[in-house]
């Protein structure tokens, strides 16, 4: 089973940047290819949304809430996703989980000041 490490978050003034990473280890680099991966965000007393996601073939998706501003990428030597996320809003607060074949990681704290 896969195990997946998100790092990155924090807290930062509105309209500053955070850029969250996604480590994924036991798994082979061709079932880290050939499979999607996303990042979702949950707040409390929500469901948890997806935020961004990219399939095998790079055709990336994201809310609409976060066009514009978040970038989603990976790395495939590294097995590591990536979400750069720039003129952050308070809105953008909450838990940012990765998500990759069916298993998370422990989310990353993203906190953002007015």
């Known amino acids: 089973q896969a195990q997946l490490v998100e790092s990155g978050g924090g807290l930062v003034e509105e309209g500053g940047s955070l850029r969250l990473s996604c480590k994924v280890s036991?798994?082979?680099?061709?079932?880290?290819?050939?499979?999607?991966m996303n990042w979702y965000r949950q707040v409390p007393g929500k469901q948890r949304e997806l935020v961004a996601g990219?399939?095998?073939?790079?055709?990336?998706t994201y809310a609409d809430s976060v066009k514009g501003r978040f970038t989603i990428s990976r790395d495939n030597t590294k097995k590591t996703i990536y979400l750069q996320m720039n003129s952050l809003k308070p809105e953008d607060t909450g838990v940012y989980y990765c998500n990759f074949n069916q298993n998370w990681g422990q989310g990353t704290q993203v906190t953002v000041s007015s």
């Open positions: 036991r798994v082979i680099l061709s079932t880290f290819i050939s499979n999607p």
């Open positions: 990219m399939s095998p073939g790079n055709i990336i």
